[in-house]
Structures are given as C-alpha cells and as structure tokens.
C-alpha cells in the first residue's frame, strides 16, 4: 500500500504527558499538512509543510505543539504536556503540486484520548 | 475568514432513493472545491476537486455540481455501501477549510 500512513493509530496518555506522533506521506509528495478532527466536526487546519519547511501554522497550535518533517520525508507532531482539551483524531494528509493545486491525500489518522 | 456550512447534518435514504447534499461557501480566491467521503474511525477519502462554476464530476452513482456560492453532491440510486459522513472542503492557498458533513445513511 503506497498511501499516507500514522503510527499509532491510538494513543491514551494522561493530562500532562508529552505525546508524539508519526506521518509518512506518499513517497513522491512534497507537500504535508496535519489537521484535527473532534466528534461531529470536519478537520481542522494545523500546519503545512513544503518539502522540510513548516510554511503555515495554525492559531490553533498553541505552544505545546510542535511539528517537524526533516529531510523532507516523514513528519513528526509532537504535544507536551497534554491537557484533555487536545482529546481528538490527528489526521495527516499529503499532496504533490506541479501547476495547479494538489488534492490532499489522508491517512488514518491517530485517535488520542487525553485521561 | 473561509466558511463551509453542509446541510443537512444528517440524511437518512432508502436503498434506491436518490437525494442531493448542499455545500455553501465563502471564501476569498477559491482554488479548488473539494468533496470526501469518511467512514467511521478512518480518514477522509478523496472523491473530487471542481475548480469553476459549471463544472460537474461524476463517480459511479455520485455527482458533484459547483456554482459560485455552493456544490451540490448528487447520490443517484444509492446502496447501503454508501452509507458514510461526506465532506466538503474548499481551498485557497494551501490548507482545506472544512464543513461539518453531511452523515447519510442507506438503508436496505
């Protein structure tokens, strides 16, 4: 399978730990966004990634977030010191741009419970 | 700011019954509209992209319409595999401005 893959697929912690995540886009992507989706809602926008670049984030990503993706390949999300607000899928998606604008390819995203 | 309101929020149909979900949007420079369908505990599945007003998609018994201020995805004689929460997103810039989805249910 070549699509977009998160690792874990579920994650509980307790209020306070740090939590990390994992994203690996399709191979020959250079784009790559992360979003958050709560019960009954559509994901919402994180950050983005041009090749190892972080372009855009969020107001939504407070100081407790941080992302990563060196060399351009994998990215990383990254959450300290978690509160149960943060309770939520982290969906992963990546695109490839040549002209126009690129459809956005999900994963499975990470279900993290905040106890 | 974009927004992307979908109605209704949910929709029940009888295996068969075709039936319309309405996507309205603001947004300044519209680079794409997009439809996904998801399923329960998985990640959005891309179905389409439209890109001007008039343009229209289709996917074995789905079809999406755009005008300049909403898109319409049509489900034509749906099955109960049909049954999932469908979102619609547009673009401008880099990142997708959700709706909350349209959750339909198909019943045999």
Redesign the interface.
């Known amino acids: 399978d070549t699509g ?1 893959s998160q690792d874990p697929r579920h994650k509980i912690t307790k209020r306070g730990q740090n939590v990390t995540f994992r994203c690996d886009p399709i191979s020959e992507h250079n ?1 790559l ?1 992360w ?1 958050r989706q709560t019960l ?6 994180l950050t ?1 990634f041009q090749n190892e670049a972080q ?2 984030k ?1 107001r939504l990503l407070s100081d407790r977030f941080s992302a990563e993706r060196p060399k351009g390949s994998f990215s990383t999300l990254e959450i300290q010191h978690t509160e149960q607000g943060d309770s939520a899928m982290y ?1 992963c ?1 990546s695109s490839f741009k040549a002209g ?2 690129g ?7 990470t ?1 993290l419970t905040v106890l | 700011e974009d927004q ?1 309101t979908q109605s209704p929020e949910a929709l029940r149909l009888q295996e068969g019954e075709s039936s319309s979900l309405n996507c309205s949007y603001t947004v300044s420079g519209l ?2 509209l ?1 439809w ?1 369908r998801q399923d329960p ?6 179905l389409f ?1 439209l ?1 001007s007003a008039g343009e229209e998609k289709e996917k074995e018994r789905l079809k999406a319409t755009l005008t300049k201020k909403e898109s319409f995805l049509h489900i034509t004689a749906p099955k109960p595999e049909d049954s999932a929460t469908y ?1 619609c ?1 547009v ?1 401008a ?9 349209t959750t339909v249910t198909v019943r045999a």
């Not at chain 1, 009954?40 to 926008?45: I, N, T, V």
């Not at chain 2, 505990?41 to 891309?46: A, L």
């Open positions: 977009v784009r966004y979003y009954g809602q559509g994901p919402e926008f983005y372009l855009e969020s969906l998606a126009g604008s459809e956005q390819f999900f994963g499975p995203g279900r | 992307v680079r794409g997009f996904y505990g998985k990640g959005p599945e891309f992209t890109y979102l997103a673009q810039g880099y990142k997708l401005s959700f709706g909350a989805g």
